[in-house]
């Protein structure tokens, strides 16, 4: 998550036009990220991005600075997208991309799935696969999927952004991953592995 000079903000909040630019652009690519993978169309991630720094601009006086700025900025934006994709209900499949530095977009990995992608898929025919399995999962998971492994937050960064205790993070991303990983396995993406020698009871028949 970044981390931005708290003087900035206390400017931003004062009405200083150019503080509320350098915040813009410190988040402008992580917040149309989010915005992307929940609304999982570009027009409409465009279009929440503005709503979302509309709403930060607006409600900024009214910061007290009891959280990170950052905290704020991407709980605001997690609801405002959320309430966009629960309302909608669309399942657009887009590629999964991210924004570059030079305002390009390049291939996005996907860590821990517990699976090793090289192993069984090409990784675009697997980024494919990942994209329409993600179609599928609830807003809710593909939001907490995307903070943790696209935006990398650490537990206790999500923690603070959903307001969740750091244990509920862990089990609520722990049933994402299985449910991404069931999907793949249902379209045949994933083969499930199973041991060689079925046991019962904890031993050996």
């Given at each position: 998550?970044?981390?931005i000079?708290?003087e900035?903000?206390?400017?931003a ?30 027009e ?5 991005s ?6 930060v ?5 009214g ?10 900025l991407?709980r605001?934006?997690?609801n ?6 629960r ?23 996907w860590?821990d ?18 994209a329409?399995?993600?179609e599928?999962l ?8 995307t ?19 750091p ?6 991303l722990?049933?994402a ?12 993406n ?6 060689s ?7 050996s028949?």
């Amino acid at each position: 998550m970044e981390h931005i000079d708290p003087e900035l903000v206390t400017r931003a909040a004062g009405g200083d036009p150019a503080a509320f630019e350098s915040l813009v652009k410190t988040y402008e690519k992580s917040v149309y990220t989010l915005a992307l993978r929940l609304s999982r169309n570009r027009e409409d991630a465009f279009d929440l991005s503005q709503e979302i720094f509309l709403r930060v601009f607006r409600s900024l006086p009214g910061f007290k600075g009891q959280a990170a700025f950052s905290t704020w900025l991407y709980r605001l934006a997690y609801n405002i997208c959320l309430d966009h994709a629960r309302k909608t209900g669309r399942r657009r499949e887009q590629p999964l991309t991210k924004p570059t530095e030079d305002g390009s977009e390049q291939p996005m990995e996907w860590p821990d799935l517990r699976y090793s992608p090289e192993q069984q898929w090409e990784k675009k025919e697997l980024r494919t696969a990942v994209a329409k399995a993600m179609e599928r999962l609830t807003p809710d998971q593909r939001a907490i999927l995307t903070l943790r492994e696209i935006q990398n937050f650490s537990y206790d960064e999500i923690a603070a952004v959903l307001n969740l205790p750091p244990g509920t993070v862990k089990s609520r991303l722990a049933r994402a991953r299985e449910a991404l990983r069931e999907i793949l396995i249902s379209k045949g993406n994933f083969f499930e592995s199973k041991p060689s020698k079925p046991t019962k009871g904890g031993e050996s028949p």
